[in-house]
């Protein structure tokens, strides 16, 4: 666990669990004002397809919502900062609601396959693509820059692997055809010489 996560995710209350069920807590240590992304996180980042996203309303409701696209749709312009476009969509804004109100962020990124998660914790603001064309221009592939209508910029804070307990392997349907494809030669090998033979 990054040290910056620590710090934020083990708070009274969580000290205090830990404390009642494992008769210690994790004490506070010192720590930097940020993690920063290595380059393990960096191109585990870059090569996912979706990830899910919880900000919180100004009443203390937590919403998630899931957003997907090309793998490196989520962007990583530096070690400390991500962003990605937000497109036209049902327009109830929820998520952009609700970071005008708090500018907490949680990032949650699944590599099923390879049993991986990645946690990250930022301070996120969204701008209007109307007003920020720039920021269109270097987040979105041309093609779909007319479809954008807001651009998520995020701080990273924190960030924490998860272990891979517990996690149920899920493959995508471009993964399976990979997988079966040396399968499906050798089937096609074989029917040839059954059909070859008199």
Request: with cysteine; proline share 7%.
């Amino acid at each position: 666990m990054a040290d910056k996560f620590l710090e934020i995710a083990f708070t009274d209350s969580v000290c205090a669990a830990q404390a009642r069920y494992y008769g210690k807590a994790q004490g506070p240590r010192v720590v930097p004002e940020r993690d920063v992304l290595t380059e393990e996180e960096i191109q585990f980042i870059r090569a996912r397809d979706s990830f899910y996203l919880a900000t919180v309303n100004p009443s203390g409701w937590p919403f998630i919502q899931h957003r997907g696209g090309e793998p490196g749709f989520l962007q990583v312009p530096s070690p400390t900062s991500l962003a990605f476009v937000d497109y036209r969509g049902n327009r109830q804004l929820l998520s952009a609601g609700n970071l005008t109100a708090s500018d907490r962020i949680c990032l949650f990124l699944m590599d099923y396959p390879q049993r991986t998660r990645l946690k990250i914790l930022g301070q996120a603001q969204v701008v209007d693509a109307r007003e920020h064309p720039e920021l269109v221009a270097k987040f979105a592939p041309a093609a779909d820059r007319h479809l954008v209508e807001r651009v998520f910029l995020i701080e990273v804070v924190a960030f924490d692997w998860n272990c891979p307990k517990h996690i149920t392997p899920r493959y995508t349907e471009a993964e399976i055809a990979a997988l079966i494809a040396p399968l499906k030669q050798r089937i096609a090998e074989l029917e040839a010489r059954l059909n070859a033979d008199p």
